[in-house]
């Protein structure tokens, strides 16, 4: 599932009091049972969309961003290493450590640990973690403008 990013009427909006859930953001997660090939078609289809999330059995795993993947790739034997193989031989070879924070925190907070990551980190994207069906609610009503979600049971 890809969540489109914001307009940009709406990032000039955020104030310092703004959370990271305001922001631009993208959700793409893929099973780490899935060929590299699926991650390559939709990085190439999606020129914005700066990772994917890996996923077993619906939860988190890990995430791999596009400068990662692509320079795997891009390296000797890296298309048929990984390109036609389960993600999780990448994952295994490719991994790193990936900085998550959760949907409520501060802009000004995340952009204040993403900096004090070491340099090889630094542009790599951060994981926003969505919390409960509520969160995820929320979230959803948030991109589409509204201020609230209604939940049933």
Not at 56 to 85: A, D, T, W
């Amino acid at each position: 599932m890809l969540v489109q990013p914001r307009s940009e009427i709406d990032m000039y909006n955020l104030s310092q009091k703004s959370t990271v859930l305001e922001l631009r953001l993208h959700d793409f997660q893929i099973s780490l049972e899935h060929p590299g090939q699926e991650v390559a078609r939709s990085l190439e289809a999606n020129p914005l969309l700066p990772g994917v999330i890996l996923t077993e059995l619906g939860q988190y795993i890990g995430m791999i961003s596009r400068r990662r993947f692509l320079e795997q790739m891009s390296r000797p034997y890296g298309l048929e290493l990984f390109l036609f193989r389960p993600l999780r031989s990448l994952h295994r070879f490719a991994s790193s450590e990936v900085l998550m924070v959760p949907m409520d925190m501060l802009i000004v907070e995340a952009a204040h640990q993403s900096l004090q990551r070491s340099p090889d980190l630094l542009y790599e994207p951060i994981v926003v973690q969505l919390i409960g069906a509520a969160d995820a609610a929320l979230y959803e009503a948030k991109q589409q403008g509204r201020d609230r979600a209604v939940l049933s049971k």
